[in-house]
């Protein structure tokens, strides 16, 4: 006999399936949303309830949130209550004591909660209960006729509530109470792990973003990195600073002032900044306002954890949070700021001030640079100036030999300077008295008053611009000239500039060149060295051209003295000729006619006579060929000196048979023929002369070339000469030997001399006593 179906065990099979279908569901449940719909519609459709409900405590557990309900379920829960959890009911009962509760009809929940608004349209009537009631988001008019309140845990922690609601009376059987609990359970389970999921995506979405800017942030600083190697333009790179900072920090301004006037002015400034923020900034801050100078002056970085708008005369910045300023130095002085204000009142971190800090170190770098270009280029430009001064200066002495005047040496001075100047005039004071003369001007006063007071001569001691170089030896630059304290006021309106310079010759100052500018111009480092360059210069060609001068009157003097000496000695040899000639002719017929009548005495003394006259004759005929070698007009010619030679060496042969007088091959030089006959002749008539007792005397003439010209040789195999003696007898009347010895005059060597001089050569000679003497001499080639 078939056994009738259990209709329990029925209906608990089919609830398994479902359950089994929940659990499947639900694993694929990622989101709230979907779990809710899964465990409401289930738990509906498995118990034919006419709604469900899911409440969930907010995290401090005060208070309840419906946030999910099936359809219908606002019209019927009385249950499904939203809101705090002080208001007594089932849901905080089941809460509280972590147990489901099943109210099967209407009269066991009135039972239980007597005052709970559970009549249609009824209202609570204590106080509190109303202002639960006030706070339900969910209307009571339906009613809910049997209610299941589960309290939906996580291990011991409670996450809400569920509620199933019929609207009939409805006996919970265990397999519905148990698939009820395993529902609630599996419910709190989906729940939290959709919640961590969404947390999880939540964070990781965050995490993103936040290394998206970091990325963003270091590729910024990147860039600026390598901005800071190239750009010089401190601007530019201020700007990219600027943006650097607002990548790598949320919410703050920046800017970039820099000093000026005893005024902080921004130069360069974030695009947020507000437009009356901006003007205000750009306009300028007082150096002395106290986070700026405390931080121009510490040369040390400011965090200002807080800001002070009106204190530091900013007031349209009140609404920055705190500010940080960092000073910029070059050269050990503060230059700039770089300002950073955040948009928040906050504390600067340690990651903040470290952004902020490398970031001016970047910018600091390239002012340092550009100061350091800058310091360059100021240095090329004044090596520039010193070279065109120095060449115009070059030029100036060049001149030397026409234009000695000293005053005309001033006037080139003030020329130079005024060249290298804006518009002005120059003058040059020297004292006179009590009063400063002006020697030299190149350029107009512009007023006819102040021109009339300066030829005046201003007074010594109440002239500064004259009396402070005068005096202390230093130059006196005057940017801003002292009008008033040389001539009166008035008529120097027009004057801006001055500079005075002490010129010196011989250590000692002789003169003020005064430079005298229209406009306003600050002296530079470039104009000073210029200026100082164009007077030292001054003073050194004034030196030069007295010391030429000097050199020039001297050599007049001698050529003068030279001059007349040659025509003395000319005159004198030739005028004494005659008288000389007639003393030895009569003392030669004295000797002839009236000889015999003298005695012996007599005799030699009339011999003496003779002789004296004779050698006074080679004397005054040597000096006259002396002096005519300069006063003689003499004709320079290619000339063949070897044929000049040949005629000399046979005219000496004649009175030294003995002798040997030889050549070389010789060029031909240009030379006057007669001189060249002369210096030859004199050179190897020496040679023989000078000669050893017992050895055959022998010259030897010869010629090499030597550039452009040809050294001779004319040796000899005589006495030899002294090497002290080797100037000396080059001298006039200059001899060795007494004449007894060796005959001679003492002159002929001095002929020689003047005519190799003559013709631009030389003379000097080698000797070994004993062995022979050579003499050189150059003479120019003939090509
Ligand atoms: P002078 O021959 O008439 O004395 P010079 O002017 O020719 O005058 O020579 C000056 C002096 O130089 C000579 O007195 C002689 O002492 C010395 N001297 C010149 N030539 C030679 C020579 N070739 N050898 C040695 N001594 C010489």
Redesign the pocket.
């Given at each position: 006999m078939p056994v009738p179906p259990d209709p329990d065990a029925s209906a608990s099979a089919h609830l398994s399936d479902r359950l089994q279908a929940v659990t499947e569901a639900l694993a694929a449940a990622s989101r709230q949303d979907d779990v809710l719909a899964v465990v409401l519609t289930s738990a509906r459709d498995a118990l034919g309830a006419t709604a469900g409900s899911v409440l969930l405590l907010d995290p401090p557990g005060q208070s309840l949130t419906l946030i999910s309900a099936q359809e219908r379920s606002r019209e019927l829960s009385r249950l499904g209550q939203a809101g705090p959890l002080d208001v007594h009911g089932p849901v905080r009962d089941a809460l509280e004591k972590r147990e489901a509760l099943f109210f099967e009809d209407q009269r066991s929940l009135g039972q239980r909660y007597p005052r709970w608004p559970h009549a249609q349209g009824s209202q609570p009537q204590e106080p509190h209960a109303q202002e639960a009631q006030s706070q339900l988001p969910i209307g009571v008019p339906g009613a809910a006729v049997a209610t299941a309140v589960l309290p939906m845990l996580l291990g011991d922690h409670p996450l809400g509530a569920l509620t199933v609601d019929f609207q009939e009376p409805h006996h919970f059987t265990d397999p519905e109470i148990r698939f009820l609990r395993s529902l609630t359970a599996q419910c709190a389970v989906a729940l939290d792990r959709a919640q961590l999921r969404q947390e999880l995506e939540a964070r990781v979405e965050a995490r993103t973003a936040e290394l998206e800017g970091e990325r963003a942030a270091l590729d910024a600083f990147v860039a600026y990195k390598e901005a800071v190697g190239a750009e010089s333009d401190v601007h530019v790179l201020a700007g990219q600073a600027i943006r650097v900072v607002q990548a790598g920090l949320q919410h703050v301004s920046a800017a970039y002032y820099e000093l000026e006037g005893g005024w902080w002015k921004a130069r360069v400034w974030s695009e947020d900044v507000a437009p009356d923020v901006a003007a205000e900034i750009q306009a300028g801050v007082p150096e002395d306002a106290p986070d700026f100078s405390s931080a121009a002056r510490s040369q040390t970085a400011v965090f200002a954890d807080g800001w002070n708008a009106d204190a530091n005369d900013l007031p349209s910045t009140g609404t920055y949070g705190a500010v940080a300023l960092l000073p910029l130095t070059v050269n050990g002085e503060t230059r700039s700021l770089f300002a950073v204000g955040t948009q928040d009142a906050r504390i600067w971190s340690d990651r903040e001030k470290a952004l902020v800090r490398a970031v001016t170190r970047g910018l600091g770098i390239t002012l340092e640079r550009t100061e350091i270009t800058r310091q360059l280029q100021a240095r090329n430009a004044e090596l520039d100036a010193r070279t065109q001064a120095l060449e115009a200066f070059a030029r100036l002495t060049q001149d030397l030999a026409t234009h000695g005047d000293p005053h005309e040496f001033v006037r080139r001075a003030q020329e130079v300077t005024l060249s290298l100047l804006p518009p002005g005039y120059a003058l040059y004071y020297e004292q006179d008295g009590a009063h400063w003369r002006n020697r030299v001007q190149v350029g107009s006063v512009g007023n006819d008053d102040l021109q009339a007071f300066i030829d005046a001569g201003p007074p010594v001691g109440h002239t500064p611009s004259v009396d402070v170089p005068w005096t202390t030896g230093q130059a006196y630059y005057q940017d801003d000239y002292a009008r008033g304290s040389d001539t009166p006021p008035e008529i120097v309106q027009h004057v801006n500039t001055v500079a005075s310079l002490p010129v010196f010759r011989h250590g000692a100052v002789v003169g003020v060149l005064i430079a005298v500018l229209f406009d306003g111009r600050q002296w530079t480092p470039t104009d000073r060295v210029t200026l100082d360059t164009v007077v030292r210069s001054l003073g050194l060609a004034l030196e030069r051209a007295e010391q030429a001068g000097e050199l020039r009157r001297r050599t007049e003097q001698l050529e003068r003295s030279n001059a007349e000496l040659e025509q003395f000695a000319y005159v004198a040899s030739h005028d004494l000729q005659a008288p000389i000639r007639a003393v030895t002719s009569f003392a030669g017929i004295m000797e002839r006619r009236y000889g015999s009548l003298l005695d012996e005495r007599g005799q030699l003394y009339l011999r003496q006579i003779v002789t004296s006259g004779e050698h006074m004759k080679q004397l005054v005929d040597?000096l006259l060929t002396f002096s005519r070698v300069h006063t003689e007009p003499h004709e320079v010619l290619p000339v063949d000196s070897a044929a000049v030679f040949d005629r000399v060496a046979q005219r000496l042969q004649v009175d030294a048979p003995d002798a040997q007088v030889t050549r070389a091959a010789l060029p031909t030089v240009r030379a006057d023929a007669l001189q060249l006959d002369q210096l030859l002749q004199?050179?190897i008539s020496?040679?023989l002369?000078?000669r050893r007792p017992d050895v055959t005397p022998h010259v030897r003439v010869s010629a090499e070339r030597d550039g452009p010209v040809w050294r001779f040789a004319v040796a000899?195999n005589?006495?030899?000469?002294e090497p002290q003696?080797f100037g000396r007898?080059?001298e006039i009347f200059?001899?060795?030997?007494v004449r007894e010895t060796?005959?001679?005059?003492?002159?002929?060597?001095?002929?020689?001399k003047k005519i190799v001089e003559q013709h631009g050569g030389q003379l000097w000679l080698d000797?070994t006593p004993g062995e022979?003497?050579t003499?050189y001499f150059t003479l120019p080639d003939a090509g």
């Open positions: 040597d004199n050179l020496n040679g002369k000078y000899d005589g006495i030899g000469i003696y007898i080059f200059q001899r060795l030997h060796y005959e001679g005059t003492g002159i002929g060597l001095a002929v020689c000797s022979g003497s003499f």
